[in-house]
């Protein structure tokens, strides 16, 4: 069974610039997950998809970046214009089951982002 | 959302000698999940603990939850350099994202 796949890898943009990420979930999982890892901290959820819909983006900063899952399978990440606080690693999840549930969540590789 | 707290943040231990990283809550917990990530990995699941009391062991980890369902523990027996990494603690929000600890990051000298 494919992982969950992400690209790029890496990107380095400098301040203001814009940038997207990509995430394809594991087929027929319906929970999509964004999370934000800084440096030495755990991950923080950005966003959380069930299907094209969104469940929670409570803490999303969405004065500068939005995410989309518009057939409900794989899903993008923007950011802009960046600010070098939002150099981070940044990771996408998908679970089997509907939200709530207490289902494994499986991670992506992740985007690594330094912003200059 | 409650966090969950983590400690140590930094453990080094020479191998062969024991590990174990704590993660505490200050309310009661309905499940708490562990991850393992390597250094410049990607978080992996580990176990997932729901029962007060509760103790699973996979080879040399053991795991357990608090009587209370306010703090878990992991401890790693005779660590190998394989078990170096950062293992996280988190806890199931009520949509099912997770709320991590900070960490504890493992080093373990040959």
């Known amino acids: 069974e494919a992982g969950v796949a992400q690209s790029p890898r890496y990107k380095i943009i400098e301040k203001r610039q814009s940038v997207a990420f990509w995430c394809n979930p594991i087929s027929g999982h319906a929970t999509l997950y964004w999370y934000q890892q800084i440096l030495g901290q755990g991950p923080k959820l950005l966003i959380q998809f069930q299907n094209n819909g969104v469940v929670d983006d409570s803490q999303l900063p969405k004065d500068r970046f939005s995410a989309e899952r518009l057939k409900g399978v794989d899903s993008t990440l923007k950011i802009q214009p960046a600010k070098l606080e939002d150099s981070a690693v940044y990771l996408c999840a998908s679970s089997l089951m509907t939200s709530g549930s207490q289902e494994t969540q499986y991670f992506g590789p992740g985007t690594r982002l330094l912003v200059l | 959302g409650q966090q969950v707290m983590q400690i140590p943040q930094y453990q080094h231990v020479q191998e062969g000698e024991d590990f174990t990283t704590y993660c505490n809550s200050s309310?009661?917990?309905?499940?708490i999940q562990w991850y393992k990530q390597r250094p410049g990995g990607h978080p992996v699941f580990l176990i997932q603990?729901?029962?007060?009391?509760e103790v699973k062991k996979q080879k040399r980890l053991t795991f357990q939850f608090g009587e209370a369902k306010k703090n878990s523990s992991l401890h790693i027996t005779a660590t190998q350099t394989t078990d170096v990494g950062t293992y996280f603690c988190a806890r199931v929000g009520n949509t099912g994202k997770l709320i991590f600890g900070q960490g504890t990051t493992l080093q373990v000298k040959p």
């Open positions: 309310t009661t917990l309905s499940n």
């Open positions: 603990l729901v029962k007060s009391g």
